[in-house]
């Protein structure tokens, strides 16, 4: 009867169960394992250790994120570019100019002279400071937005972003399962505020059916709080997440009376849920009019409903016909396809002629009542999502980036919360068949919009595979492992995606790595994760992270205001170095001077720049990225990847050579055309 947490390897919010038997192929998916860095939430097993150190999962995450290089950012390979320009114009500036002063006058040093300061002109040298600095106030601004920045070419490659691959569990929902729906007395009430919620709102407790489910949910429990002494919302609860769920939303509904319960009603037997059975079973002393003794009963829909021979509806106690059961099922299903987790709730008044305060309950003989129960109700729960992120992903939409899932639960929960958050609206390729009664094979590629990719199908997928997934703006990925996430990720860099990834969990520690830019969560992500990230959300905020897009795209904007500036001063520092040689004149400015002007006082001013506001108050998250990823754009990449693959020299080649191609590639065409 053991059950696991796996939420740090698979994401899955849920306990697995875990027993001899497996018929999964993936070992993450395998019920006959349990994994280091997992938690044992409930139940107790003998076990067999099969892998240790580097050789468990933990290991291979660890050394999946050890071998990755950390990507160089868009902002570090345009300045280099920059940078090259500047210095080759400017030793060809020099190197003519030396040689006119050669020409003209037979002195070196006066040409020797002229040619430094004809090159100092032509440098920026208070560029790599003003960057620095203005990157740094970037970063000071969004730490009073609950994003901490480690590295500064973060700030800057947020706004450069083409492609969000997210975490689901605890990026974009609590990962904490929390009661949605509630199905007693032939009503269905919602338990959570949004436009989305079908049912009545729950507006009192003490309605029957609605108080049956909150007191079987006060009583009938494993699970406890780590202390008492302060308010219930400030607690936390140790054991099983689904059982927590419903603990939590019967402490709030019945506030300081929850603590009170179980010392007037104490518990007298106890079957724990097993894999056997799917319920768990409590007795307490709670009175009624037949005896002192009640039995509580939960578990899984179909077996509590099998047990019953009566329910409560209607606000009495009738006989379970086919047409409740018919009802049932349709509540359930509806529950079910949202991808929620179901429970039923049934109980029994026992009789007190047979059933005493002194009567001794055996679980071996099992001499307690198996069935003849009375049907209470539903109840759905669901790890719902952060508050924010729905509209977080709307303006990424809007801003043109594409927000990919990348979660290791299960496809059908996956898909759900993706279209709970507006993440995926449109249909898949499956939905479509199912709505047209066609075959899947003849479903043409621009008939849906949406795919989610089971994590088994990424090994074999090719080139033309990933670029068709790549194309549609609704992608998740489910069933991930860890190698499944760094791969999804490298696929789409290779397509020229300026890519982010979200996580908080030890499995999302090598992808956070590989990617352009990785953002872990602080309160609910783990060291590991942390460790490999460039940026993290102190506030475990998704909607954070739109903040950061507006404000990395606002500092490249001006980053090149503060660029143009700096260059602007070049022309009037070359023209008098350029008089002192061919009228001449006198020298007007000298070489210190130049190196003066440029880093003690253009340096400040440029520095202006970083407290410029965007031209628009909501322009900035309209634009397109600046280099998006289109048809044209993969095209255009693997032409170049082509022609560099023609001009490369083979490996092992002496560094003699590698300069030599270096000083040669500016005079072929294909180093042009790649420009």
């Known amino acids: 009867d053991l059950k696991v947490d796996n939420s740090s390897l698979t994401g899955e919010s849920d306990p697995q169960e875990r027993g001899p038997g497996n018929t999964h192929r993936n070992p993450l998916e395998a019920t006959n394992m349990a994994f280091n860095g997992t938690l044992a939430v409930a139940g107790s097993a003998y076990a067999i250790v099969v892998r240790t150190g580097d050789g468990t999962v933990l290991g291979q995450i660890a050394g999946l994120t050890a071998g990755e290089e950390k990507a160089t950012s868009p902002l570090t390979r345009e300045i280099a570019d920059f940078v090259r320009i500047i210095a080759c114009v400017a030793l060809f500036t020099a190197a003519v100019f030396f040689a006119t002063g050669m020409g003209l006058y037979r002195d070196f040093p006066f040409a020797i002279n002229f040619a430094i300061g004809t090159f100092v002109a032509w440098v920026p040298e208070g560029l790599p400071a003003t960057v620095t600095m203005l990157l740094t106030i970037a970063a000071k601004r969004l730490a009073a937005e609950n994003v901490l920045v480690k590295d500064l070419q973060g700030v800057e490659t947020l706004g450069a972003v083409t492609l969000l691959a997210t975490d689901k569990t605890g990026t974009l929902t609590r990962n904490q399962m929390t009661v949605a729906n509630l199905w007693t007395n032939g009503r269905l009430f919602t338990a959570t505020r949004s436009h989305t919620d079908v049912g009545e709102p729950i507006t009192d407790i003490n309605v029957a059916g609605m108080c049956d489910i909150v007191q079987i949910s006060s009583l009938c429990r494993s699970v406890k709080f780590d202390r008492t002494d302060v308010p219930i919302e400030k607690r936390t609860l140790l054991g099983d997440a689904t059982e927590s769920g419903l603990v939590r939303f019967a402490a709030s509904r019945t506030g300081p009376e929850f603590d009170a319960m179980e010392d007037r009603h104490p518990k007298v037997f106890e079957v724990p849920f097993s894999s056997a059975t799917k319920v768990m079973l409590t007795i307490h002393r709670l009175e009624h009019t037949n005896g002192p003794l ?214 999302d520690a090598p992808a956070l790595k590989k990617a352009d830019l990785g953002v872990a969560m602080n309160a609910s992500g783990s060291d590991v994760s942390k460790e490999a990230a460039s940026m993290i959300l102190l506030d475990d905020n998704f909607a954070s992270i739109v903040r950061g897009i507006e404000e990395g795209r606002l500092i490249f904007a001006n980053l090149k205001k503060s660029i143009r500036y700096t260059l602007t001063h070049s022309t009037p520092e070359v023209v008098p170095q350029i008089l002192y040689i061919i009228v001449p004149l006198p020298a007007m400015i000298t070489s210190i001077m130049i190196l003066v002007i440029d880093l003690g006082f253009e340096v400040l001013a440029a520095l202006t720049y970083a407290w410029e506001p965007a031209e628009s108050p909501t322009g900035l998250m309209k634009l397109p990225p600046r280099k998006p990823v289109t048809v044209r754009s993969i095209m255009q990449k693997r032409a170049r990847e082509a022609r560099d693959a023609e001009d490369a020299l083979p490996e092992g080649a002496a560094w003699i050579q590698r300069l030599g191609r270096a000083m040669r590639a500016p005079f072929t065409r294909n180093w042009w055309i790649n420009r």
């Open 294 to 507: 009640t039995l509580l009963l939960k578990g899984a829909p179909e077996r509590v409903l099998r047990l019953c021979s009566t329910i409560l509806y209607g606000d009495t106690e009738i006989p379970l016909t086919d047409a409740h059961r018919a009802e049932f099922q349709e509540s359930y299903e509806g529950m079910a396809g949202q991808g929620h987790r179901v429970l039923a709730f049934a109980k029994l008044k026992l009789d007190g002629a047979t059933y005493t305060t002194d009567y001794t309950f055996d679980r071996r003989s099992g001499n307690w009542p198996q069935d003849g129960f009375m049907f209470v109700g539903l109840a759905s729960l669901e790890d719902p999502p952060k508050h924010g992120v729905r509209e977080a992903v709307g303006r990424c939409r809007a801003a043109g980036i594409q927000v990919v899932m990348v979660t290791g639960d299960h496809p059908l929960t996956a898909e759900a919360v993706a279209r709970r958050i507006n993440l995926v609206l449109g249909e898949t390729r499956e939905g479509v068949a199912r709505r047209t009664g066609r075959p899947i094979d003849t479903i043409g590629d621009d008939e849906y919009e949406a795919v989610v990719v089971h994590g088994e199908q990424i090994e074999g997928m090719s080139d033309a595979d990933w670029e068709h997934v790549f194309r549609k703006p609704e992608v998740i990925f489910a069933r991930t492992s860890p190698r499944n996430k760094l791969d999804i990720v490298a696929r789409a860099q290779t397509l020229g995606h300026i890519c982010a990834v979200t996580g908080d969990g030890v499995n």
